[in-house]
């Protein structure tokens, strides 16, 4: 009788095992607050108290955030604190003149046709910040998103028109409350904008936000895999640049609904090439993703490898599981998750520079990177080659001698590569290389990704544990988000599937 919505409590049985087996740490939904309108998918609010009425009812949606802390899923929420409805029955002209809005009309309407918060009214910093406090403290959710950041920033988005400072003034508000109140629930910015210390504490003079979205990142990064392999030695600097600004900020590297709608393509089907070669890029950027410093957050459908473009009124495409390169790449990704999960050096230091460190990152000419994430007790080596050429000897300075196992060739066979890996490990040899004095000589097959693990020496160990006994302060909201360090956020809008009847 035509598409219907998973409730909450359905999606308690179909949502939170799936996001478990993918080795998931969060689930970020798209906002729930009550909206009249499906295809803003809930970004135009109307009711600011309310969840939603379409999956179900209050109480239904706190037994699904149960489930999921049972599970030792956390639960983000979007939130837009910037713009609101236009309809009628919503905070528009609310006693007949502008209430919640701007008086001026310029300022008072927003590129995506609703109207803007006057953030300057203290009334209105008050209800907002109350709708912020009621999500935390009925739902118990552990992290909140807020969408639109540069609009609040700049007057409409618009670094031209300056900084909006009673704006910028109530976010640094809300986020010191929140922080104070709420110590474990992170707060995360969707910010667009070059605006400095978003993630420094408002102590500091900084907005008080724990992260930041990496837009940076993600343009530069498709911006790359788009391009025909002839011409990437001349964007080399695509994939490096954001390793240049990486510690100013704590950044999560997003591929995020943005990215999969409006004739954008999906993510694999950015990638150039044939549909061979789109799937060993794809399974390559993920590697890259998975392995650069930073949280990661993916949207529904990217893990199993979607060509057509994210549609709110349907399911994902199940069917290509029964296709033997989609699961496959459902395989990969699944696998590259577990060991990004297990490998504390992933994750543990992201914000700490002392623990990443490019081999070689000028490789221009052969467009092949490479680098290392460590911790106390292993270095992860990580070799992308962003061309379809083949090495049956590639040499690459490591910072200790000894043996370095293959953890994960995107090549191999079981994900539908060519299986050009290195099967055996792989022992040092002293042959100085990119300013090291031992180098190894491994197989990179085309479009490989490939990911090595050595284990410290013992005296390496207890020297870095000695020079940091008493030393290492906790990252705020370790709870939430370092233990386990880890964090992967699967971001969901709340119709997850729908089905046909």
């Not at 049985?13 to 993918?22: F, R």
Request: aromatic letters at 14%.
């Amino acid at each position: 009788n035509g598409p219907y919505w998973l409730s909450y409590r359905e999606l308690m049985k179909e949502l939170i095992p799936y996001v478990k087996e993918h080795g998931f740490t969060h689930i970020e939904l798209m906002p729930l607050n009550e909206h009249p309108f499906d295809g803003s998918w809930g970004y135009q609010a109307s009711g600011y108290f309310s969840c939603t009425s379409r999956y179900g009812q209050c109480k239904d949606l706190m037994e699904f955030i149960n489930e999921c802390h049972r599970q030792h899923i956390g639960v983000i929420l979007d939130m837009v604190p910037v713009h609101f409805v236009k309809d009628s029955h919503g905070l528009r002209y609310f006693d007949g003149e502008a209430l919640y809005e701007y008086p001026n009309v310029n300022d008072a309407h927003s590129e995506w046709g609703t109207m803007n918060f006057d953030l300057w009214k203290e009334e209105v910093r008050s209800f907002l910040m109350s709708s912020a406090s009621f999500w935390c403290d009925l739902y118990h959710i552990d992290g909140i998103r807020i969408d639109a950041v540069s609009n609040i920033i700049y007057w409409g988005g618009n670094k031209n028109r300056g900084t909006n400072e009673g704006a910028l003034a109530f976010i640094r508000r809300q986020n010191y409350y929140l922080s104070k109140k709420y110590p474990e629930v992170m707060l995360i910015a969707e910010d667009s904008s070059d605006y400095p210390k978003v993630t420094k504490s408002t102590l500091e003079l900084g907005l008080g936000f724990d992260y930041k979205w990496d837009l940076g990142w993600m343009n530069d990064t498709l911006k790359y895999y788009g391009r025909d392999p002839i011409y990437r030695k001349y964007h080399h600097n695509e994939l490096t640049f954001s390793m240049a600004y990486f510690y100013s900020e704590h950044f999560i590297l997003p591929l995020s609904h943005d990215e999969v709608v409006h004739g954008k393509h999906t993510i694999v089907d950015k990638m150039w090439g044939s549909y061979d070669q789109k799937f060993a890029q794809a399974k390559n950027l993920y590697l890259y993703q998975f392995t650069h410093p930073g949280k990661k957050l993916n949207f529904m459908g990217n893990e199993i490898g979607m060509f057509r473009e994210w549609d709110e009124a349907r399911e994902m495409d199940w069917f290509l599981l029964g296709y033997s390169r989609h699961a496959a790449f459902a395989r990969y990704f699944q696998d590259i998750s577990r060991i990004y999960s297990h490998h504390r050096a992933l994750s543990r230091y992201d914000y700490d520079h002392q623990y990443f460190r490019w081999i070689d990152a000028d490789n221009g000419d052969q467009s092949v990177y490479s680098y290392y994430r460590e911790d106390e007790q292993n270095i992860m080596v990580v070799v992308l080659n962003m061309t379809p050429a083949s090495y049956e000897h590639f040499r690459i300075g490591v910072p200790q001698a000894g043996s370095y196992s293959e953890l994960i060739n995107t090549e191999k066979d079981i994900y539908e590569g060519c299986n050009m890996c290195n099967f055996k490990p792989v022992a040092t040899e002293t042959l100085p290389a990119h300013h090291f004095e031992q180098s190894l000589d491994i197989r990179v097959a085309p479009f490989a990704g490939i990911l090595l693990i050595c284990k410290k020496a013992a005296k390496k160990k207890a020297a870095k544990k000695a020079e940091k006994a008493g030393a290492e302060k906790p990252e705020k909201k370790a709870a939430a988000v370092d233990e386990p360090a880890k964090t992967t956020v699967k971001k969901k809008k709340s119709t997850v599937r729908k089905k046909t009847e």
